[in-house]
């Protein structure tokens, strides 16, 4: 079935880039999603990428996207005490119309 | 528009009790989504509508849930004979039907069985 696996937990010094990874099992995905999550809020869709693009960037942000090994990363530039939070990788446009999240990386901050 | 509202943010309620939230959506957006977030879990598929027609439902929405979106607007979740297995965050939002917007959430329900 439809799997989404990221690593759990993430440390970064203030001002230095995070790189957060994710895979995914559906060839058949269509995009491809990063959500953040802040504490006590709902998700907020931060990007996406079309899975016949290679790269996006918006902002401080770079989506890659290695269809061939259906490997997906962001990367947070600049990464600020504000961007603390859980970060979703998630999959769809499939075979089925829904999203699939995987369980979220943490990104912790560090002075 | 407000974007997707839930309601309520917080429920408590003893085991074996009946539970229903709401979820209003965007006002154009004809799809509509449940999902469930336990701790430390990314959001759980568990049902979606298009328009007023429930599509897919979950393996994960055991018969004592139900879903309803009577008039293709708002929809109603509800959990009857509740568990305390069923304490979570309840999650809704919804999208348009076609392109790569992906969706919007609201801020979720809290359910608590004690």
């Known amino acids: 079935g439809e799997d989404v696996e990221q690593s759990l937990f993430l440390s970064v010094r203030e001002g230095d880039s995070s790189v957060i990874n994710c895979t995914y099992t559906?060839?058949?995905?269509?995009?491809l999603y990063w959500y953040k999550q802040e504490p006590g809020a709902g998700l907020q869709l931060l990007t996406y990428i079309f899975s016949n693009m290679d790269m996006k960037q918006d902002q401080r942000l770079t989506v890659l996207l290695n269809k061939k090994d259906k490997h997906l990363s962001l990367r947070i530039a600049d990464t600020q005490t504000g961007d603390s939070a859980i970060y979703f990788c998630?999959?769809?446009?499939?075979?089925?119309?829904?999203?699939?999240f995987g369980k979220g990386t943490r990104l912790h901050i560090l002075p | 528009d407000t974007g997707v509202s839930q309601d309520p943010r917080h429920k408590i309620t003893k085991r074996g009790q009946n539970v229903t939230f709401r979820c209003d959506p965007i006002s154009e957006h004809n799809r509509l989504y449940w999902y469930r977030q336990t701790l430390g879990q990314g959001p759980e598929f568990l049902t979606y509508?298009?328009?007023?027609?429930?599509?897919?439902k979950s393996r994960l929405l055991s018969d004592r849930f139900s879903a309803e979106r009577p008039k293709g607007s708002f929809s109603t979740l509800e959990i009857q004979r509740t568990e305390q297995g069923d304490s979570a965050m309840y999650l809704c939002?919804?999208?348009?039907?076609?392109?790569?917007?992906?969706?919007?959430f609201g801020s979720g329900t809290r359910l608590t069985v004690v």
């Open positions: 939002a919804s999208s348009v039907e076609e392109g790569p917007g992906g969706y919007t």
């Open positions: 998630a999959e769809g446009g499939g075979r089925d119309d829904k999203i699939i």
């Open positions: 559906d060839s058949s995905s269509t995009y």
């Open positions: 509508f298009q328009n007023e027609a429930q599509l897919e």
